[in-house]
């Protein structure tokens, strides 16, 4: 990890465009920060502290769920900005801003010290700086385990359907009498799902399920 | 299958010409292996030539049936025709026996009519009895149904990076199954295909979970 160096001037009143090349190197990322966040956090230092915990509320519930409630965002959003006079617009700049440090921590196990150390050397108050990482202490084991679940798989299986019976008579045979277990397999091939259909025999099925138990034992060894 | 008929017996009786109770077995054998629709040219191959003489049907024959035809020496005296009879009556004979699942001598001997050559009757009755269980074995791997699981690997991986995040050490499973396509529908040259899926950790024990289930119904089953 990146140790940080602390920029030069990092009260409410030092931002501006040189501030962004003073700012030295930071945790949740190695390239270089546009130079409208230091824009934006001062912006956010204007915020009461009643103002930017609600908006950290707001960005935090987005965070946990992002695909399904982008548009429940938006408009929490717009709300946000009604209610405390600010224009939707600005708002939105910020908001982005802020997303840089936790997307970047997410990706590099960040701790909640090096996330408000970033936060101070983007120009946030120590006081919201503090807060916000208390926030990321608390949600991060979700935002990760989110994350890892995001992970590429191949193939994925997705859910197993099965019935077994008897096979009373066949054109060949009379009486049969014979068990068959029939399993139904849905994969995530891609964005698609495809479905299996495959036959076992008894003691084809036991030889699976003592295989799988073996994968299992596997499995939980390195957990 | 539906019962032997009587002029099919007839035409079992030409086997009293085969020179050996081998090349009757093998000629058994072959058809009961043999869908209907492969009787005709079984029939061609074990008497090529329509007509020829031995030392051609020898040059023409090629693959297992050779023995037999050599055996059957095709002259021109035996038109290809009651031949084709022949190993039709074969073929009805045995998969009637497989079918109705009869294992005693007696249940066998009693298909036969009264005026049936003795020998060839216990002969044919005994080449069935050895074979019944391979035979049964035969159809039953060779009955429709769903693709089938050949064979199954697995492999467990620990991924420890991805682009949603740089540092992590989590366990997957890869497994890989082979299937066979309907065996009916490919004949001789089965489609075989690996499919190879992947299983996180908690879809794994909802699969064992379901797998434990069958596990607990088919002894339930075997119980009654």
């Known amino acids: ?223 | 299958m539906a019962a032997v008929r009587d002029g099919e017996f007839a035409a079992l009786q030409s086997l009293l010409k085969a020179p050996s109770k081998d090349a009757v077995r093998q000629l058994c054998q072959e058809c009961f292996s043999s869908p209907p629709a492969g009787l005709g040219p079984l029939a061609q191959r074990a008497c090529p030539g329509l007509g020829a003489g031995p030392e051609e049907a020898e040059q023409a024959t090629k693959g297992p049936s050779q023995p037999v035809c050599n055996a059957f020496q095709c002259s021109r005296a035996l038109s290809p025709f009651p031949f084709l009879q022949l190993v039709s009556a074969l073929h009805n004979l045995t998969r009637h026996v497989v079918y109705r699942g009869l294992t005693r001598a007696e249940d066998i001997l009693s298909l036969f009519p009264e005026n049936f050559h003795q020998n060839l009757k216990n002969l044919l009755t005994k080449i069935i009895l050895e074979n019944i269980s391979a035979w049964r074995n035969e159809a039953q791997a060779s009955q429709i149904s769903l693709p089938r699981l050949l064979d199954m690997d697995w492999r467990v991986d620990i991924k420890t990076s991805s682009d949603s995040i740089s540092r992590m050490a989590v366990p997957t499973c890869l497994l890989q199954l082979k299937i066979q396509e309907d065996v009916a529908l490919c004949g001789n040259s089965p489609v075989v295909s690996a499919l190879t899926v992947e299983l996180s950790k908690e879809t794994l024990d909802t699969m064992l979970e379901g797998l434990g289930r069958i596990r607990d119904q088919l002894s339930a089953v075997a119980n009654k």
Request: charged share 20%; proline share 4%; net charge neutral.
């Open chain 1, 1 to 223: 990890m990146l140790r940080l160096r602390r920029a030069p001037a990092p009260g409410p009143g030092g931002a501006g465009g040189a501030a962004a090349a003073a700012m030295g190197l930071l945790n949740f990322t190695r390239d270089p920060v546009p130079e409208a966040v230091s824009g934006d956090m001062h912006n956010l230092n204007q915020l009461s502290a009643q103002q930017f915990s609600a908006l950290t509320e707001i960005l935090f519930r987005f965070l946990i769920e992002p695909k399904e409630q982008v548009e429940r965002f938006l408009t929490q959003l717009s709300d946000f900005a009604t209610m405390n006079k600010i224009s939707l617009g600005p708002l939105k700049n910020i908001v982005k801003s802020i997303l840089l440090v936790p997307n970047g921590a997410l990706k590099r196990n960040l701790s909640s010290e090096q996330v408000r150390a970033d936060f101070i050397a983007l120009g946030l108050s120590e006081e919201k700086a503090s807060y916000f990482a208390e926030q990321w202490k608390v949600n991060s084991p979700t935002l990760t385990r989110l994350a890892v679940g995001q992970t590429l798989m191949i193939n994925q299986l997705v859910d197993m359907e099965w019935k077994f019976g008897v096979t009373a008579g066949s054109s060949e045979l009379e009486k049969v009498g014979s068990i068959f277990l029939q399993l139904k397999l849905v994969i995530k091939k891609g964005s698609q799902m495809e479905n299996v259909y495959i036959e076992l025999t008894l003691p084809q099925f036991y030889s699976f399920l003592h295989e799988m138990e073996r994968v299992k034992t596997s499995l939980e060894s390195f957990s």
